[in-house]
């Protein structure tokens, strides 16, 4: 893996390096050397003391290859990519985060103060309970070294899982580094603070050197909810499947899918309920690349559902989360969690596993894994017979899968082979039109490599219609109401619906899962919807969801107040109705002077709300005005209004008076 030539480092960078721009996309970079005396040491960190010491080490030994793992490249230099999720140091324990939420029979939609909705409209993400580390390594092997060898990883640090900017950016720097040392980082930092603020769901361009990323950077309904709540809009609600499926529409838009899941192409369905209802898994692949990238193929399966469960692309034996893992008692529950791991360790610690799924192949000993190229993560020994295998029915497949079976995962210890162990029955039947439809790519590795491009869209697209539709009857609890034309504005809007598990299960069994699901599923379907309900990954989109339903309603009605003409409104109300439209502008009106400083056109709304403040004081009669202003927090907020009013002097003195 080497940098190309074409890149270069602009003469006129600038050195300094703004630290807080810098920390909108990176937290730091590290280079992590591996020692023979001490093991895994950290030689430079940029900027320093931004880690804890057990965050540090936590890093260090998640930056290079499972020394047991079942990857043995004898290459003179081996370059690889692979990225790492580990909890914060101030974070809780898994213990207490990922247990199984149970969702409450009756979830009723709270009405949201102010404060609420503008805190939507920002994010802070250095509250983030996870740090995701992108990983550059490298190892040379030479006879002269002890033990023939010695590796050294350089490390991106990040509160966000973009992996569609940070490998790119390690296919840079890595190389750049081995080339120029130290400098590279503080080359790579000062472009990189210079870029512009995260968009989630756009694409971006950033520039790097001579060179410039063009990235899609995932939505922000997709983004964990621990990585900072973005503003997401209500076209992100909509049960609808989007026309531009360039546009990523969950985490992991860009992992290869069909590459890594080639070998298991029939069990997708099955893992994409399991991911759904946050089913605990284990995916052990050969090399951290290809299980990196199984895990996000995975997570990706079920966008545009924000994924709540706990992943970990490569995890190994040294993060302290495995010590919990490992006490448990036989017949003890996993929390929910999908594991990637190299180390054959696993399938002995970790047993009781309820789902273990075995991907990839190990790589010959002169071939190099750039982790991020669509066809490179998920090499398969007879890769090239098996869509045609899907194809056919063998007496031979079927007597290996029932053999696979009885020899369960330990089986992986003499031999690795791509297969799925769980007892799970799943509800929704493979679609055989879609395996139809993939490409068999031959022998070329050109072709490969495109054909390879256009079986993700397809799976992507297929599994993206399955998501969509199975979530669409939660579609009218997040329907955001508009003001009718025989209600005020003014007024609060209603709650949306209350959802209750019992009467929603009831609906939805009398009208059925809709045309797209019923073809594709078994008889008990009801039940996938039951799993759901109760799994881990239903209460945290849910409630997302309601919060973003209730911040477009709370912009619907505002924009209402703004085009509203008072003068017609006032005509039709009785005094009373006047006396409570007084009062509920000036609460409208006391809360944006306070909440509304985010938004651009608050100045325009004080200035509109004020003058129909005055327009319904100015027809309530005096003695009702006298009694108004006898509040001298109403009064002070009427002066500024009511001195450019044609009220009579008296009553203009009397408020300014107070």
């Known amino acids: 893996m080497s940098r190309s030539p074409s890149f270069s480092i602009k003469s006129e960078v600038a050195s300094e390096v703004d630290e807080k721009s810098l920390q909108q996309w990176v937290v730091a970079f590290c280079i992590i050397r591996f020692d023979l005396e001490q093991g895994q040491l950290i030689e430079e960190c940029y900027p320093p003391g931004c880690l804890t010491q057990n965050e540090e080490l936590e890093v260090s030994f998640s930056s290079f290859p499972d020394s047991v793992s079942q990857h043995h490249n004898r290459s003179s230099i081996h370059d690889c990519i692979f990225f790492f999720r580990i909890r914060r140091d101030r974070g809780p324990q898994i213990s207490n985060t990922s247990e199984i939420v149970e969702v409450d029979s009756n979830i009723s939609s709270q009405k949201p103060t102010r404060a609420d909705v503008q805190k939507g409209k920002s994010h802070n993400s250095y509250n983030s309970r996870f740090l995701y580390g992108f990983v550059f390594n490298r190892q040379r092997h ?53 870029w512009p603020t995260p968009v989630p769901g756009q694409q971006m361009e950033l520039p790097i050197g001579n060179a410039s990323l063009k990235v899609n950077l995932p939505p922000s309904h997709s983004l964990p909810s621990d990585s900072g709540l973005f503003e997401d809009s209500a076209s992100s609600l909509a049960p609808l499947l989007p026309s531009n499926l360039s546009v990523p529409q969950g985490l992991f838009h860009d992992s290869d899918l069909f590459g890594t899941f080639r070998g298991l192409l029939m069990q997708l369905w099955k893992l994409w309920e399991l991911i759904l209802v946050g089913e605990p898994i284990l995916i052990i692949a050969p090399t951290p690349p290809q299980c990196c990238e199984a895990v996000a193929g995975l997570v990706s399966l079920v966008a545009p559902l924000l994924f709540s469960v706990d992943f970990r692309p490569y995890f190994t034996i040294h993060d302290p989360e495995f010590a919990h893992l490992n006490s448990l008692q036989d017949g003890s529950s996993y929390p929910p969690m999908i594991l990637g791991v190299t180390n054959l360790f696993f399938l002995k610690s ?40 899907l194809r056919k029915f063998t007496p031979s497949n079927f007597l290996n899968a029932v053999r696979l079976r009885r020899d369960g995962p330990l089986c992986l210890m003499t031999e690795h082979k791509e297969a799925i162990w769980t007892n ?235």
């Open 350 to 389: 970790l047993r009781n596993m309820p789902h273990i799924v075995s991907v990839g192949s190990p790589a010959a000993n002169s071939s190099r894994l750039p982790f991020g190229s669509k066809a490179s993560s998920g090499g398969l020994p007879g890769q090239h017979e098996g869509i045609n295998s």
């Open 424 to 658: 799970y029955s799943p509800v929704i039947k493979p679609d055989t039109s879609i395996l139809n439809r993939l490409i068999d790519a031959g022998l070329s590795p050109r072709v490969e490599e495109s054909m390879s491009v256009v079986n993700n869209d397809i799976l992507r697209r297929h599994f993206l219609e399955l998501t969509t539709n199975f979530l669409a009857p939660f579609g009218p609890y997040f329907r955001a109401n508009t003001p009718s034309e025989a209600s005020s504005p003014f007024a609060d809007p209603p709650p949306l619906p209350t959802f209750n598990t019992e009467e929603f299960l009831a609906s939805l069994s009398a009208r059925g899962p809709g045309k797209f699901l019923q073809k594709r599923m078994r008889s008990n379907w009801l039940d996938l919807y039951r799993r759901f309900l109760k799994g881990h990954n239903f209460l945290p989109w849910f409630r997302r969801k309601r919060a973003v339903a209730e911040q477009e309603q709370y912009k619907l009605w505002r924009q209402a107040r703004v085009k509203t003409n008072i003068h017609q409104l006032i005509v039709k109300m009785s005094e009373l109705e006047i006396v409570d439209s007084f009062n509920a502008i000036e609460r409208l009106l006391q809360g944006e002077m306070q909440y509304g400083r985010a938004n651009e056109d608050t100045e325009e709304v004080c200035k509109k709300l004020k003058k129909d403040l005055q327009t319904v004081f100015n027809v309530l009669p005096k003695d009702i005005q006298q009694l108004l202003i006898m509040n001298p927090e109403r009064a002070s907020l009427l002066r500024e209004t009511l001195e450019s009013s044609d009220l009579p002097d008296g009553v203009v003195s009397s408020a300014s008076s107070r």
């Open 142 to 194: 030479d006879e002269r070294l002890k033990r023939g060898g010695e590796q050294k990883s350089v490390v991106i640090l990040s509160y966000y899982p973009y992996t569609s900017v940070f490998r790119p950016l390690l296919q840079i720097m890595g190389p750049l580094y081995f080339d120029i040392g130290s400098k590279a980082l503080n080359y790579i930092a000062a472009y990189v603070s210079k």
